[in-house]
C-alpha cells in the first residue's frame, strides 16, 4: 500500500511554516522526500535512514520516526520557491531497490 | 551530461494499440526504474531494475512488460493500450547504493489512450 501523506494540500503565506506527514502501514528502514514542480520531473531533497534522525537543506528539514513508521517534513520560513507536490519515498528494508511513493501533499506558497 | 533522457515526450494511441516507451541514463547507475503518475495518486512503482540482467514487478504491473537492454537502457512496453493507461509515465535512475543515492527522473512522457 502506498503510504498516506497529510494534508492532501495547504496553501501558505510567505514566510509561514508548514508540516507535511508521511505514514506507513508497514515497517520502514528508510524515507526519501522529493518536490515536484507542475509540468516537470520530481527532484531528491534528502534521504533519513535511521529512526529518529532530523536531517536539514537549507530551510526544509525531515524527521523519521521508525517505530511510528512514519516521516515529517518540515518548511520553515516558506519562500514562493516552495511551491510544488512533495512526495515521500518509502523503504522497508535495508538494501532494497523497491521505493514507494506517497499520495503527495500540494503546497502552494503566496506572496 | 544529459542524466535521465525519455521518448517520446507526448504519445496518443487508440485502444489496443501497442508501443515502446524508451529510458535511457548515462550516469553509470545499476538500478532503473517505470512510474506513472495519476492525479490524486501520486507516483506508482511499474517496473524496477535493480542491475542489467534483473526486473521486478511494482506495485502496478499488469498490462506492461520492460527490457533492460543493457546498462544504459530500460524500455516499458504497452502490449494493448486501454484507456486506463492515460498517464504520465517517469523513467528514474539510481547509482550503486540503494539506500543513499536519489533517484533521478526523467522529463517525462504523456500517454493519452483513447
Known amino acids: 500500500q502506498q503510504p498516506v501523506q497529510s494534508p492532501q494540500a495547504v496553501i501558505l503565506r510567505e514566510g509561514e511554516d508548514a508540516v507535511i506527514n508521511c505514514s506507513s502501514s508497514?515497517?520502514?528502514?528508510?524515507v526519501h522526500w522529493y518536490r515536484q514542480k507542475h509540468g516537470e520531473a520530481p527532484v531528491f531533497l534528502m534521504i533519513?535512514?535511521?529512526?529518529?534522525e532530523q536531517k536539514g537543506h537549507d530551510k526544509i528539514s525531515a524527521s523519521f520516526n521508525e517505530k511510528k513508521q512514519q516521516s515529517s517534513l518540515y518548511l520553515t520560513a516558506s519562500q514562493l520557491s516552495y511551491s510544488g507536490t512533495y512526495f515521500c519515498?518509502?523503504?522497508?528494508?535495508?538494501?532494497?531497490?523497491?521505493?514507494?511513493f506517497g499520495t503527495g501533499t500540494r503546497l502552494k506558497v503566496l506572496a | 551530461n544529459a542524466g535521465v533522457t525519455q521518448t517520446p515526450k507526448f504519445q496518443v494511441l487508440k485502444t489496443g494499440q501497442s508501443m515502446t516507451l524508451q529510458c535511457a541514463q548515462d550516469?553509470?547507475?545499476?538500478?532503473m526504474y517505470w512510474y506513472r503518475q495519476d492525479p490524486g495518486m501520486g507516483l506508482r512503482l511499474i517496473y524496477y531494475?535493480?542491475?542489467?540482467?534483473?526486473?521486478d514487478k511494482g506495485e502496478v504491473p499488469n498490462g506492461y512488460n520492460v527490457s533492460r537492454l543493457n546498462k544504459r537502457e530500460f524500455s516499458l512496453r504497452l502490449e494493448s493500450a486501454a484507456p486506463s493507461q492515460t498517464s504520465v509515465y517517469f523513467c528514474?535512475?539510481?547509482?550503486?547504493?540503494?539506500?543513499?543515492?536519489?533517484?533521478?527522473f526523467g522529463p517525462g512522457t504523456r500517454l493519452t489512450v483513447l
Open positions: 519515498g518509502t523503504g522497508d528494508r535495508a538494501g532494497t531497490y523497491k521505493y514507494i
Open positions: 528514474a535512475s539510481r547509482g550503486q547504493s540503494p539506500m543513499t543515492n536519489e533517484q533521478f
Open positions: 508497514k515497517a520502514l528502514y528508510s
Open positions: 550516469m553509470n547507475h545499476n538500478s
Open positions: 533519513l535512514l535511521k529512526g529518529g
Open positions: 531494475s535493480a542491475s542489467e540482467g534483473t526486473t
